[in-house]
Structures are given as C-alpha cells and as structure tokens.
C-alpha cells in the first residue's frame, strides 16, 4: 500500500465521520480506536458513539484535514472541527489523527483532542 493509498483512505474516513458512520471496509477486523480523553474502542463500539454525538449535532461532525504525515506504516492527520450543534452552541475543536495500517487496512486510530472540550460540550 502507498501513502498516497492511505492517504486516501484516512481522509475517506475523516469525511465519513461527518455522516455519522464509516464503512468498516477500512479497518482490520480487531481494528481499534483510542482516544486521549480514556477510551480505548472496537470500531463498532466508537460507531455507536460517534451516532450519539451526531444526533446532537445539526450537520454531523465536520473534520476539515490539515498537515498529513507519513512514516512507514503510519499516516498521521492535523485537523479541525467547527460543527454547530441542534442546541445553538458550536463543537470547535483541534486533533491528531494518527492512522496505523496493517495488510492495507486501518488497524488502529488514535485520536488526540481537547478531552475537556468535549466532555462539556456533549452529553454522553
């Protein structure tokens, strides 16, 4: 797999996030993903999270991909979000995605964000 395949492939993601769901065909079978804020998820697990936090927004999650760097097997992601939410209130938030692919699928994502941003902004 290339960078520029899996480049392509980790923005595909980013962008579906915005739908509220993303096609498992990505991701390895035992894929995970981490995030800073203390969860640690099968993908199904975090699709069922990121569902609820879509449903308390007006237009889903809106990742906008920034500075991307690559280094073997892993890809790694800048990023920004700006969404508003059904309540008036915005999700602005700052991220490192960083993507580890395995057999030319997503085997972990580890998700780097404001913890505390969006813990008050959310209900979970």
Avoid: C
């Amino acid at each position: 797999m290339t960078n520029e395949s899996r480049q392509r492939d980790a923005m595909a993601i980013l962008a579906a996030i915005g739908t509220g769901s993303i096609p498992l065909h990505y991701f390895t079978a035992d894929a995970r993903w981490w995030w800073n804020g203390g969860l640690d998820l099968t993908v199904p697990e975090f699709l069922d999270i990121l569902a609820q936090l879509h449903g308390q927004m007006t237009d889903g999650v809106q990742v906008i991909p920034g500075l991307v760097l690559a280094q073997g097997d892993h890809l790694m992601i800048e990023a920004t979000s700006d969404s508003p939410l059904k309540d008036g209130r915005r999700y602005n938030n700052r991220y490192i995605f960083l993507f580890r692919f395995a057999g030319g699928r997503v085997g972990e994502v580890r998700e780097y964000s404001d913890s505390a941003h969006v813990l008050a902004t959310f209900e979970l």
